[in-house]
Structures are given as C-alpha cells and as structure tokens.
C-alpha cells in the first residue's frame, strides 16, 4: 500500500499540544521527503513542514517554532509534534510521500480541532 495513513488527530484546548504520526509502505519510505499540510473550512491546503531522506526539515512561517516533524525510518513513520496549539491550527491534517520514481501520495487525512 502506499497511500501513507495518518493517526493521532483529535480535539485539544488552546495552548495544548497533539503528536500527528503517519505511516508509509517500507518499500519506498526510506528515500522520500514526507510532509504535512493542512486544510481549514473553506481554505485552500497549505503546506506545514516537510523533511528529507537526510532530515532537512522546513516549516511554514505560521508554525515555526511551536511544531517540529521528525521521522523514524526503522518504523517508516513520520511524525509532527505540535505544541502551543492555537484555534488557527484547526483543520484537516494530511500526510504526503513523494519521491521521484514513485511519485506524490496523499493519506486521507485527520482532524485536528482547537478550541479556545
């Protein structure tokens, strides 16, 4: 299978924090760059960070600081840690892989809510 699946999403208060995991095929996790973007009601998707097969990361200016991404390549799983939860972090989050000789795949994504 390789449409990654995403977990961990949920409802949390303002200031809080949630860890976004997500979880792609072996065969083809080791060299792609994984990423998060997010989607809020009635606007467009945006990217919240991506990292490398060589752990170079890069965040969206509206998140830097407070969400770190990471991935674990021995369980091909990518995570992002947010903290400092804002109402504005509320949306759709999806996880993405995409290396060149497969192409970009989408997970079907999760639902972060932030309440203030």
């Known amino acids: 299978q390789v449409q990654p699946v995403e977990s961990g999403g949920g409802l949390v208060q303002a200031g809080g924090s949630l860890r976004l995991s997500c979880t792609a095929s072996?065969?083809?996790?080791?060299?792609?760059?994984m990423g998060w973007y997010r989607q809020a009601p009635g606007k467009q998707r945006e990217l919240v960070a991506t990292?490398?097969?060589?752990?170079?990361?890069n965040y969206a200016a509206s998140v830097k600081g407070r969400f770190t991404i990471s991935r674990n390549n021995a369980k091909s799983t990518v995570y992002l840690q947010m903290n400092s939860l804002k109402p504005e972090d509320t949306g759709v989050y999806y996880c993405?892989?995409?290396?060149?000789?497969?192409?970009?795949?989408w997970g079907q994504g999760t639902q972060v809510t932030v309440s203030s």
């Open positions: 990292i490398t097969s060589g752990d170079s990361t």
């Open positions: 993405t892989v995409d290396r060149s000789d497969f192409g970009k795949y």
């Open positions: 072996v065969s083809i996790f080791s060299f792609a760059t």
